[in-house]
């Protein structure tokens, strides 16, 4: 399957976005004037000469281990437009994954911030491993490059001096374009451009690899779905190391001249709502989790204050209706009073919530699809979104379902098209086990399509039960149903035993409120929380066909571990 696109590799879509914007706010800090995309395009070429300096080549990997700022995107642009490979690494990853990572991606140099510098040791120079720059200042760190390597062996040059040679040579050449420092480079569409480590599920990540062609796929579907325009301006929270927010959150406003800010402190919700008062983002991309914590925190505990309002709000249909329009009005002046986008992805939003910002009218939009597919397979827009649904497919996207039995409504989903990965970094083996020699990706989901080409996604085909007469029980669907209780923070679906069980982590903050924990004995507490647990499976069940109904409920005391896009790592539960 080939596009005609308009780009087909990095090099040339910057060449054509840094001139075309010049002028526009590219990146930025929240409150900060920001590096407009001409200057932008100076910083990127120095960096490239500065990489030819050190003798970086095409195909070289060059890692990338931040938390976002404006500087990530800058790096990840020079890295991918002379050709060389860049390896996102995600700030949340365990100091023996970054290790692990860096080793087995043979990454020649790595830019990290301040934060994560310490996490870089002499273990890491035993592979491939040759430079350290600074993300916040893009220069090489001395006291991080070991002696053995290439630069200082040449000529013992200091980085003060590399540093003069690559200004002298862009004033020399007064390179205008990324293309004009090498003249002899071509990078063709199927040139590998990233290998991003996925923060699997399952155990140790994978490598997967996407080539300039994957990523300009990417970008065209993703225009075909979203109109943005040069005037927007995106609102950074997730990390910049994961696809969703890489391809969605970066390289599609960089295509459109958008501005996109950085939080430049650790987000928390107070930290989040200030920045939106700030930046008044039009675009914003989201897990289901932030906005789920919104629901429950700040519109449902205003519901549930008073008990009249309560009944009304869960039994009367049109004053819930209005209600929740009352509610979405406040949630966007909250968000700044311009957000016209706000995209969720990574995980299954609640049905719940999903209902509260259809009836809202709150502008979110769904999208469905995985590191493996750079990343979206299916999504809808804002005023075409369907409850419990995840849109229509990205376009150029083939799709079938594999069954266990015809008679069976879903099947496991398998995928091809152009933006489909081409396969995961020196591993044959589990590569084969995704994907078929003709281009069929197994993304290991369960679902079905409807008659107006919509699909729907119900589990993981790893994760399903078996019923007592065959049916087949998904476990995240039973989740969202406990987690519709206000006193669930998250829940875990597993069966123990033949029988359909679930951990649950309470919110504590919650309970403490209603319960008054510090005034009570550890008896009387304990009590509390299994009467909580025995009303959440009891409510649960009732919304639940008999053979899918919880036998058992047990707490989670301490919070589920996660990985980086807030799905729980359930092989470490189980």
Excluded at 342 to 367: C, H, M, Q, T, W
Excluded at 405 to 414: A, I, P, S, Y
Aim: hydrophobic share 40%; proline share 3%.
């Amino acid at each position: 399957m080939s596009l005609n696109l308009s780009h087909n590799n990095l090099m040339s879509l910057a060449d054509h976005t840094f001139k075309k914007y010049a002028s526009n706010v590219f990146v930025t800090h929240v409150g900060e004037a920001g590096i407009t995309y001409q200057q932008a395009q100076q910083k990127v070429i120095q960096l490239q000469v500065m990489f030819k300096e050190l003798g970086v080549k095409q195909g070289d990997k060059i890692a990338i281990c931040s938390e976002n700022m404006p500087h990530w995107g800058l790096v990840y642009l020079a890295i991918t437009a002379m050709g060389a490979v860049v390896v996102p690494i995600l700030p949340d990853f365990h100091n023996n994954e970054v290790h692990h990572i860096i080793k087995h991606s043979e990454a020649k140099a790595i830019f990290a911030s301040n934060k994560k510098m310490e996490t870089i040791d002499e273990e890491d120079f035993s592979s491939n491993l040759s430079y350290v720059f600074s993300l916040e200042t893009l220069d090489l760190v001395e006291d991080k490059t070991p002696a053995h390597s290439e630069f200082f062996i040449k000529g013992a040059q200091t980085v003060a001096q590399i540093k003069n040679k690559v200004l002298d040579f862009a004033k020399q050449k007064n390179l205008l374009k990324i293309s004009e420092i090498d003249d002899l480079l071509t990078i063709n569409p199927n040139d590998l451009a990233a290998i991003v480590y996925t923060s699997g599920t399952t155990g140790q990540s994978k490598g997967v690899m996407l080539s300039h062609y994957n990523l300009m796929a990417q970008l065209h579907q993703a225009n075909t779905l979203i109109e943005i325009k040069e005037n927007d301006r995106f609102l950074s929270i997730l990390p910049l190391a994961h696809t969703f927010e890489c391809s969605v959150g970066f390289l599609v406003p960089f295509a459109n001249g958008a501005s996109i800010h950085y939080l430049n402190r650790i987000p928390s919700p107070k930290i989040i709502l200030g920045a939106m008062q700030q930046v008044k983002p039009t675009c914003i991309l989201s897990v289901p989790l932030v906005i789920e914590k919104i629901y429950k925190n700040k519109v449902l505990t205003q519901f549930n204050k008073n008990k009249t309002i309560k009944y009304l709000y869960d039994n009367v249909a049109f004053i819930r209706k209005k209600m929740n329009k009352i509610a979405g009005n406040k949630l966007i002046e909250s968000f700044g009073g311009e957000i016209r986008f706000f995209g969720v992805g990574g995980a299954k939003l609640s049905s719940f919530v999903e209902d509260f910002l259809s009836e809202a009218r709150f502008p979110y939009a769904i999208g469905y699809g995985l590191t493996e597919t750079a990343p979206i397979i299916a999504g809808a827009i804002p005023g075409k979104t369907r409850v419990g649904t995840t849109g229509t497919f990205a376009a150029e996207i083939e799709y079938r379902f594999v069954k266990t039995n015809e008679q069976d409504r879903d099947g496991e989903l398998h995928v091809r098209g152009p933006n489909i990965m081409q396969g995961y970094y020196k591993d044959q083996e589990r590569t084969a086990e995704v994907l078929d020699a003709e281009g069929w990706l197994n993304t290991g989901d369960l679902g079905y399509v409807d008659e107006m080409g919509i699909l729907t996604i119900n589990g993981r085909s790893k994760n399903v039960i078996i019923g007592p007469n065959g049916e087949n029980i998904y476990p995240e669907c039973i989740e969202a149903v406990i987690e519709q209780h206000p006193l669930v923070a998250d829940s875990m679906v597993y069966e123990l035993d033949n029988k359909v069980v679930a951990k649950i982590h309470l919110d504590y903050d919650l309970f403490d409120q209603q319960y008054d924990l510090k005034n009570n004995s550890d008896a009387k507490l304990h009590q509390d929380i299994l009467s909580s647990l025995e009303e959440i499976k009891v409510e649960s069940n009732e919304q639940l066909s008999s053979f899918s109904k919880l036998t058992s409920v047990f707490e989670q005391t301490d919070p589920f571990i996660k990985t980086p896009t807030k799905k729980i790592k359930r092989y470490l539960h189980m």
